[in-house]
């Protein structure tokens, strides 16, 4: 397998651990902060790594660092005051898949030589592609494991 297939490998793993996280849950579970004192939710996860994605793939990658961040309005990246409604849960995992098309269609642009390519943030760092995955990997895995914790605490199911 070559190293961006594996990257793309873990990539699309914790995105599906994070999808199978939410499923069967109510909107009202979905948004409830379930572990005092963070006031995280599943769906505020949701929210945060479409941001995520968008920002990665869209604003650096693709170099479109003069658009404005996905939510831009929230400082906090997406995670608070979610509404408990079908139609933000909707919405939200919209945004998400729309960020997760945009990035897949990225990535099937390059190949393992582009790994090395550099790139600019918003913050003037300079950083390689290749650092670009392993981030986003290592942002879903994090994530993930509070989306473990927060859907044990919600329903008691572990291990998804």
Excluded at 13 to 28: I, Y
């Amino acid at each position: 397998m070559s190293e961006l297939a594996t990257y793309r490998d873990y990539l699309g793993h914790f995105r599906g651990v994070l999808r199978r996280q939410c499923e069967g849950l109510s909107p009202e579970q979905l948004a409830r902060p379930a572990v005092p004192p963070s006031d995280l939710s599943l769906l505020g996860l949701v929210r945060h790594l479409g941001r995520v994605e968008h920002y990665w793939f869209r604003m650096v990658i693709e170099e479109h660092l003069e658009e404005s961040m996905l939510d831009s309005a929230d400082p906090t990246g997406g995670f608070h005051s979610i509404a408990p409604t079908a139609d933000s849960v909707a919405e939200s995992l919209a945004r998400w898949d729309k960020q997760i098309a945009y990035a897949d269609a990225c990535l099937d642009t390059l190949g393992d030589a582009d790994l090395a390519a550099i790139r600019r943030t918003r913050h003037g760092e300079e950083v390689p592609i290749r650092d670009v995955l392993v981030h986003m990997i290592e942002e879903y895995a994090r994530h993930c494991g509070h989306g473990d914790l927060l859907r044990e605490v919600l329903d008691g199911r572990t291990g998804l």
